[in-house]
């Protein structure tokens, strides 16, 4: 319980941190993106790549372009609010599997992060699919829920969203464990208490930046 809270406590200021500098403007915002950034590199990714210096080559792809690409849709008014889904999405994935996993997760997901269990996606697959869904309806795409009225093409944008969201986030999550596992850490950093550093905050934002950015005229005639 104790641990929650304080998970609870940091999620909040972190929230409030990204909201109100997103609702000041993109030029905050961008601001904010790059000192997080050179946080990442300076602080944290030095010592994920202490035991292998050619870790250095990721830099470009991960956490470099993702950060890129948040700025460029943080800069194009059309395409802003995307970011409101991407961090909304991502951060409910990892909230419902860490609710679900701490309470029933039996099964390990896998060897590279010892707490992870495939109860614990399936919280996260669950909570991002009611997420998706209530973003479906407030924007307009899905605005019943009467199954006579749809062609199951909707609910395919719907059921294609949440497990894309969901691969992505697991794929993050994993792939920073590797990156922690082979240094010998447990958190990127102790930044955000309850969370570890932002890279182990930001993991699933990274990976999921790419699809957000790539399909962004898709997404924004989804959700907006």
């Known amino acids: ?8 406590r940091t999620a909040l200021i972190y929230g409030a941190l990204l909201v109100s500098s997103f609702y000041l403007g993109p030029i905050y915002f961008s601001g904010l993106v790059v000192i997080g950034l050179s946080y990442i590199l300076i602080c944290e990714f030095p010592k994920i790549i202490k035991n292998n210096s050619l870790l250095w080559l990721l830099v470009p792809i991960y956490p470099v372009l993702p950060a890129i690409l948040i700025i460029l849709l943080n800069q194009d008014l059309n395409y802003r609010n995307l970011l409101i889904y991407l961090f909304i999405f991502t951060s409910v994935f990892d ?7 701490r309470r029933f997760g039996k099964r390990k997901l896998s ?7 495939w109860e614990g996606v399936a919280g996260g697959v669950c909570f991002t699919l009611v997420a998706v869904l ?5 924007s307009g795409y899905l605005s ?3 199954l006579e009225d749809y062609n199951w093409e909707d609910f395919g944008w719907l059921a294609g969203l949440t497990l894309v969201i969901s691969v992505l986030c697991v794929i993050g999550d994993l792939f920073e464990s590797w990156l922690k596992r082979q240094a010998n850490l447990k958190d990127s950093s102790n930044l955000l208490p309850g969370h570890g550093g932002l890279l182990d905050r930001l993991d699933t934002v990274f990976f999921s930046t790419y ?4 399909f962004r005229i898709q997404l924004v005639k989804l959700l907006s």
């Open 1 to 8: 319980m104790i641990n929650f809270l304080t998970r609870l």
């Open 95 to 101: 909230t419902g599997a860490y609710l679900v996993g």
């Open 111 to 117: 060897p590279l992060s010892p707490q992870k269990t």
């Open 134 to 138: 209530l973003s479906l309806w407030r």
């Open 144 to 146: 019943s829920l009467d």
């Open 211 to 214: 699809f957000f950015y790539i």
